[in-house]
């Protein structure tokens, strides 16, 4: 990692991106392998130098399920394999949950404000995505 | 391999606590405790036999050490390795090769859980990521209808397929009197019942019950002058590369490749040679990921291979005898079961569901969500 870089925690680069509207991953310098979630070592080779990167937010939906709960409506979770290289969770919103299917190409739409924090995982800042449109 | 505890450990005692809904104000200690007594019982031995103890809790951190103190042990081996619900088939490979290496004398594996008399709903010691949490998954069952879900797409897998898992295992589960749902089930009911975490239902997911299990491992020297016929370790292996589901690279495939590898190879043995299989299930898609990780069938042909009552009564590929965790018994670590049941089978000691001449089981299971695995073959004495 580049000077100074190296103290930056990793959880708060992602949440720090996050509040501005960005996801972020990582490239190892050395290895060139991209990582998700953000670590201070490249989880394939344990170098030190990764280097933080924006990503353009577009992806494929891995996998999908909804859950049913009791008292509210179903709602939608994926897995997005993001055009960078790696997956993460999400939630694609602005289409029924029924067409919310494994293939479909989305967009990150939003960054929702803190909501809360959850006594282990700390912040909790949230993107969600929708189908992606035209161009 | 030099080392490897082949033929080296034997299960000498098996037993579970009481199971089902043991009622308020019994605690996991409690039935940890009766099944130790019942599992000394049985093989002849006492409890100052015991040297080397083995554990892991989700109420407990500090797992062997909390019973041991319940129970008036002092090891002089011990174990709280969790990981996940398969923590008890890892601690049996560990035994054994603490055995092996003459680190204890007698090893004793214990769980117990009041997951559904306790009070509190299902109690979990996962940490959450927070790249997940905010997204609402119901864990774990989101995650494992992700695998089953990407199961149908990759594969072809049917709904229909999923749901035989259910109805198979409740078909063994009516024929021990232990299980906690015995009555006759159908593929429609599974695929009509109430969604849950789509593609599962209410029906794919594992009955929420009470319970504890108690085995009893020590050396074949010593095994001779115990009650029970010894069922020997034949091959042990355990593997996981991540625990969080999005970090998993494909959703149908579990470390059990590995540690069901290597635990074959530890044999040499392979799935062929296996008479009946014990295999963790939370939801229907577990045995179907198991037996192709295992090697019973390819990549992708779990669905079809668990059609037509292929593992169910009278099935050529027996599979979860005991009724499983989706209709026997689920505490949330289902893991020492599936050696209490492989033990059982091979002792010859199952009445009505008994596998004729079982000679070779398979207790293999996972932990997290896909998280971590561990496999054990067992076998009789003839197969050493
Ligand atoms: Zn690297």
């Known amino acids: 990692m580049a000077d100074g870089a190296a103290m930056l925690p990793p959880l708060k680069a992602y949440q720090d991106a996050l509040d501005n509207g960005e996801i972020i991953y990582q490239t190892c310098g050395d290895c060139e392998r991209v990582a998700f979630y953000p670590r201070l070592v490249c989880p394939e080779c344990g170098s030190t130098n990764v280097v933080y990167k924006p990503s353009a937010g577009k992806g494929e939906v891995y996998t999908r399920t909804v859950v049913h709960a009791r008292g509210r409506d179903p709602y939608n979770v994926v897995l997005i394999d993001m055009d960078e290289g790696f997956r993460i969770m999400s939630t694609v919103e602005d289409a029924p949950n029924d067409d919310v299917r494994i293939g479909m190409r989305v967009e990150l739409k939003t960054v929702y404000p803190v909501e809360e924090v959850d006594a282990k995982a700390g912040r909790l800042p949230k993107h969600v995505f929708r189908p992606q449109g035209d161009g | ?384």
């Open chain 2, 1 to 384: 391999m030099d080392g490897d505890p082949r033929g080296k450990a034997c299960i000498v005692g098996v037993a579970e606590s009481d199971l089902g809904a043991v009622g308020a104000g019994v605690t996991a200690l409690d039935l940890q405790a009766q099944a130790m007594v019942r599992a000394l019982d049985e093989a002849g031995l006492r409890k100052a036999d015991v040297d080397g103890l083995f554990s892991a809790s989700v109420y407990y951190q500090m797992a062997s050490v909390e019973v041991a103190e319940y129970l008036g042990i002092r090891p002089r081996y011990t174990d709280s390795t969790t990981v996940g619900g398969c923590s008890f088939i890892a601690h049996l490979h560990h035994a054994a090769t603490a055995l092996r290496a003459g680190a204890c004398d007698v090893a004793l594996i214990l769980y117990g859980s009041t997951q559904r008399s306790g009070g509190g709903g299902f109690t979990t010691n996962a940490n959450p990521s927070p790249y997940e949490l905010p997204y609402g998954p119901r864990m774990p069952i989101s995650m494992y209808a992700m695998s089953a879900a990407r199961h149908m797409h990759q594969y072809g897998t049917t709904r229909e397929q999923l749901a035989e898992v259910a109805v198979q295992t409740r078909a063994w589960a009516r024929m021990n009197p232990k299980a906690f749902m015995r009555d006759p089930l159908t593929v429609e009911e599974v695929v009509n019942a109430r969604a849950i975490s789509e593609p599962f239902t209410l029906l794919d997911c594992c009955v929420v019950t009470d319970g504890g299990g108690a085995v009893v491992v020590t050396r074949p020297d010593r095994a001779r002058d115990l009650r029970q016929a010894p069922v020997h370790l034949l091959g042990a292996g355990e593997a996981h590369w991540h625990r969080h589901i999005h970090q998993m690279p494909d959703l149908t495939v579990s470390a059990g490749v590995e540690s069901g590898r290597r635990a074959f190879e530890m044999a040499g043995l392979t799935p062929g040679d296996v008479d009946v299989c014990e295999l963790y299930d939370a939801f229907t898609v577990f045995p179907i990921v198991h037996l192709e990780d295992l090697g019973f069938c390819g990549k992708g042909e779990g669905g079809p291979f668990v059609s037509g009552g292929r593992i169910g009564p009278g099935g050529d590929c027996p599979v979860n005898t005991n009724g499983g965790g989706m209709s026997y018994c689920h505490p949330g670590m289902y893991g020492i079961f599936t050696i209490i049941e492989a033990t059982r089978q091979l002792r010859g000691q199952c009445g009505d569901r008994q596998i004729e001449g079982a000679e070779v089981a398979v207790a293999h299971g996972v932990g997290g969500v896909w998280s971590a695995a561990a496999t054990a073959i067992l076998g009789t004495a003839a197969t050493v």
